[in-house]
């Protein structure tokens, strides 16, 4: 943490030192991290004896809900009348792995409404921190589950981190690094999780729970989506897989049976940016990724109402899913450049 987050770390220890009631938030279609950095934080706070809810704007997929007290979150589209009440309640409001309030969904107007002290932690590019009281942001962590394991070290409470914690924790780190083959590069990340193993997480164990528990669905709609759905641009060297609600039906859908699917063109040689369309209600959920040095933040920012990481960001589009590829198509010309390139995997 730079000075500067230290000062706010110093403000927050100070709101922390009454018991307080607290709300712990984070974004729609919440992820690994997203999950694993709230329970984390939720269980460190009740240790301390604060008064804690988790709320999540929509339901978390299926193959997290190993994560210890993650059955005590409240959705919010299922408890809309509890979470604003505790909402209108709580004094302190933790924003968890978002940038930006709108991030929240249906969560976002009550965001807003709330006269709680707002504190974000988070490690996305470009934060609005004018929508919150202390922020503590840092782009180049690998995860917030890694700022939420340094904010409690800042509050003096690594002692307090027992095997659930651990857990969360290392849930946050392992998914938001893809098992640690990207956003990993810094010797800190790995010390971290050398710390959280010493707490009792027993890596392979979590590695089977997050990675090893598809249904036959779920991989039948991979396997469909590759065979069936994919496009090859390779003059722009870019892929692009597409599913209609259509698919999703076909194969049974459930919340997180389409995670992991838009890295699966990445790993073509020749790829450098791949993209996902997902046909929701009234309109297309956009996901992006790319290898190197091609941000597909700014890409995303500039062209499809969304963001996030230099190589991973999400986006949406309100037109068909034949129109949002032939509007992919129109644009991608003018990154031809900055898309060719070849990584060197020997320097």
Same mark, same amino acid.
């Given at each position: 943490?730079?000075?500067?987050?230290?000062?706010?770390?110093?403000?927050?220890?100070?709101?922390?030192?009454?018991?307080?009631? &607290?709300?712990?938030?984070?974004?729609?279609?919440?992820?690994?991290?997203?999950?694993?950095?709230?329970?984390?934080?939720?269980?460190?706070?009740?240790?301390?004896?604060?008064?804690?809810?988790?709320?999540?704007?929509?339901?978390?997929?299926?193959?997290?809900?190993?994560?210890?007290?993650?059955?005590?979150?409240?959705?919010?589209?299922?408890?809309?009348?509890?979470?604003?009440?505790?909402?209108?309640?709580?004094?302190?409001?933790?924003?968890?792995?978002?940038?930006?309030?709108?991030?929240?969904?249906?969560?976002?107007?009550?965001?807003?409404?709330?006269?709680?002290?707002? &504190?974000?932690?988070?490690?996305?590019?470009?934060?609005?921190?004018?929508?919150?009281?202390?922020?503590?942001?840092?782009?180049?962590?690998?995860?917030?589950?890694?700022?939420?394991?340094?904010?409690?070290?800042?509050?003096?409470?690594?002692?307090?981190?027992?095997?659930?914690?651990?857990?969360?924790?290392?849930?946050?780190?392992?998914?938001?690094?893809? $098992?640690? $083959?990207?956003?990993?590069?810094?010797?800190?990340?790995?010390?971290?999780?050398?710390?959280?193993?010493?707490?009792?997480?027993?890596?392979?164990?979590?590695?089977?729970?997050?990675?090893?528990?598809?249904?036959?669905?779920?991989?039948?709609?991979?396997?469909?989506?590759?065979?069936?759905?994919?496009?090859?641009?390779?003059?722009?060297?870019?892929?692009?897989?597409?599913?209609?609600?259509?698919?999703?039906?076909?194969?049974?859908?459930?919340?997180?049976?389409?995670?992991?699917?838009?890295?699966?063109?990445?790993?073509?040689?020749?790829?450098?940016?791949?993209?996902?369309?997902?046909?929701?209600?009234?309109?297309?959920?956009?996901?992006?990724?790319?290898?190197?040095?091609?941000?597909?933040?700014?890409?995303?920012?500039?062209?499809?109402?969304?963001?996030?990481?230099?190589?991973?960001?999400?986006?949406?589009?309100?037109?068909?899913?034949?129109?949002?590829?032939?509007?992919?198509?129109?644009?991608?010309?003018?990154?031809?450049?900055?898309?060719?390139?070849?990584?060197?995997?020997?320097?």
């Amino acid at each position: 943490m730079n000075k500067s987050q230290v000062e706010q770390v110093k403000k927050i220890k100070k709101l922390l030192s009454e018991k307080r009631k &607290i709300v712990i938030t984070t974004h729609n279609n919440p992820d690994g991290d997203a999950i694993g950095s709230s329970m984390a934080l939720y269980h460190f706070l009740k240790k301390q004896g604060h008064k804690v809810d988790a709320i999540v704007p929509n339901m978390y997929p299926q193959f997290l809900a190993w994560i210890p007290g993650a059955d005590k979150m409240i959705v919010y589209e299922n408890k809309s009348a509890k979470s604003q009440a505790l909402l209108a309640q709580a004094e302190i409001v933790f924003s968890l792995d978002y940038n930006a309030i709108h991030r929240t969904g249906s969560l976002a107007d009550i965001l807003l409404r709330t006269e709680a002290k707002k &504190i974000l932690i988070d490690h996305h590019i470009d934060p609005e921190t004018d929508s919150f009281d202390h922020c503590i942001s840092t782009v180049d962590t690998s995860s917030t589950a890694e700022l939420v394991y340094n904010f409690i070290d800042q509050l003096g409470g690594l002692d307090l981190i027992d095997k659930p914690i651990a857990e969360s924790l290392y849930a946050g780190i392992v998914t938001d690094t893809g $098992s640690f $083959s990207f956003s990993c590069n810094r010797k800190e990340t790995f010390e971290v999780t050398a710390n959280l193993i010493s707490r009792g997480v027993d890596a392979q164990k979590l590695h089977r729970l997050i990675y090893d528990t598809f249904s036959e669905n779920r991989l039948r709609l991979l396997g469909y989506s590759i065979n069936n759905r994919m496009i090859v641009w390779e003059e722009f060297n870019t892929a692009l897989i597409y599913l209609t609600k259509a698919d999703l039906k076909k194969f049974d859908y459930r919340v997180g049976d389409t995670e992991g699917i838009v890295n699966y063109p990445l790993t073509m040689e020749k790829i450098n940016q791949s993209i996902l369309l997902t046909e929701k209600e009234k309109m297309i959920r956009m996901s992006f990724r790319s290898k190197g040095k091609f941000s597909v933040n700014d890409f995303v920012r500039k062209h499809f109402n969304g963001g996030g990481h230099m190589n991973a960001a999400g986006g949406k589009s309100f037109t068909t899913i034949d129109k949002t590829i032939d509007e992919i198509k129109k644009i991608l010309p003018a990154y031809k450049k900055q898309l060719n390139y070849k990584l060197n995997y020997n320097s």
